[in-house]
């Protein structure tokens, strides 16, 4: 198995650029994650979803972040427009009904300039 | 408000010793507990876990503590070797929900 795949590994762009990052997720997963790391609120969960479908989006952090899961086989977190404060490493992460262990992807480490 | 707490950002231990790292959480729906390893550059990766049921659970030479009545786990380490260097994330879920809430994390540094 792949494992959760994300890209791009990095991303630079500038304040007021869209940015688009992806994830697949281990096949057979059912739940799909997105997370953001930083330094000073370390790994916060912003959306995840239950069979393709939204279940808490509590944690997007403004209306400039979307998610999407169009199938069971992909995700995409969107920054529209992006701003320097979105700079972080984000991950996404997928696991089992009725298993507790995540398996997260290596992240996308996003620099906003 | 942070439900699930590590105070201490960094742990030194020498090489051998053992190491202790400490989680608090306040919501007591939590009932299953994760400890994640991560490496610079890479994903958080599974260590071993906990359930409420439990106040100890090893996995060689990985110990995790519950103490449900003062709301706090420790993961213990030993012997330590330079290879467990890392940031440990403790997480914590309610199994009616389906996220983990994790901690900021603590960096540990094993020196030889």
């Known amino acids: 198995d792949a494992g959760v795949i994300q890209s791009p590994r990095h991303e630079v762009t500038e304040m007021g650029q869209e940015v688009t990052l992806r994830c697949k997720p281990i096949?057979?997963?059912?739940?799909l994650f997105w997370y953001r790391q930083t330094m000073m609120r370390g790994l916060e969960l912003l959306i995840y979803?239950?069979?393709?479908?939204?279940?808490?989006d509590s944690g997007m952090p403004e209306d400039r972040f979307s998610a999407k899961m169009p199938n069971a086989s992909f995700s995409t977190l969107k920054i529209q427009p992006s701003e320097p404060r979105d700079s972080a490493v984000y991950f996404c992460a997928s696991r089992l009904s009725g298993g507790m262990g995540y398996t997260f992807g290596s992240g996308t480490r996003l620099t906003v300039v | 408000d942070q439900q699930v707490k590590q105070n201490s950002p960094s742990l030194s231990v020498q090489e051998g010793r053992i190491s202790i790292l400490n989680c608090d959480y306040t919501n007591s729906m939590f009932d299953y507990f994760l400890w994640y390893k991560k490496y610079p550059a890479e994903g958080p990766t599974f260590l071993i876990s906990?359930?409420?049921?439990?106040d100890k659970n090893e996995d060689g030479r990985f110990t995790v503590f519950l103490n449900k009545s003062a709301k706090h786990l420790s993961l213990h380490i030993v012997p330590s070797q330079p290879g467990d260097s890392a940031v440990y994330f403790c997480a914590a879920s309610a199994r009616s929900q389906g996220n983990l809430i994790f901690g900021k994390g603590t960096k540990l540094s094993v020196k030889p």
């Open positions: 906990i359930s409420s049921i439990k």
């Open positions: 979803f239950n069979n393709n479908v939204p279940i808490d």
């Open positions: 096949s057979g997963h059912d739940y």
